[in-house]
């Protein structure tokens, strides 16, 4: 069993920068892939990046590379999103989940946080 506490959203305006974090339990997080996903209102939950339980794959959907970057940290159990270059269209929940294959589809992950909210004001 895997807790995930997503943190670090707020209100910025576009062209800003945010880090969100999310704090997992357990001794095991290392054996954990990571993923990030957003959801607008109004619309489907999507893929934002993902990460091997290592650090050595990194993943990211089209509409965020090379303005976001996926890390982790598993001395702290703690996997992070740094977003550049924010746009409005970034605004949404942000969930962070953990499972067993470094994946962009929801249903590859097992435990999922309870999201934090990112606002880009134009």
């Known amino acids: 069993q895997v807790q995930l506490v997503a943190s670090g959203g707020g209100l910025v305006q576009a062209g800003g920068s945010l880090r969100l974090s999310c704090a997992a339990s357990g001794r095991t997080f290392s054996s954990y892939a990571m993923g990030w996903f957003r959801q607008a209102p109004g619309k489907e939950r999507e893929f934002v990046a993902a990460?091997?339980?290592?650090?050595?794959?990194?993943y990211y959907a089209n509409s965020v590379k090379g303005r976001f970057t996926i890390s982790r940290d598993n001395a702290k159990n703690t996997v992070y999103l740094q977003m550049n270059s924010l746009k409005p269209e970034d605004t949404a929940v942000y969930y962070c989940?953990?499972?067993?294959?470094?994946?962009?589809?929801?249903?590859?992950?097992?435990?999922w946080g309870q999201g934090t909210q990112v606002t880009v004001s134009s």
């Open positions: 989940a953990a499972g067993s294959v470094t994946s962009r589809w929801e249903d590859g992950y097992n435990y």
């Open positions: 990460i091997s339980g290592s650090g050595g794959s990194r």
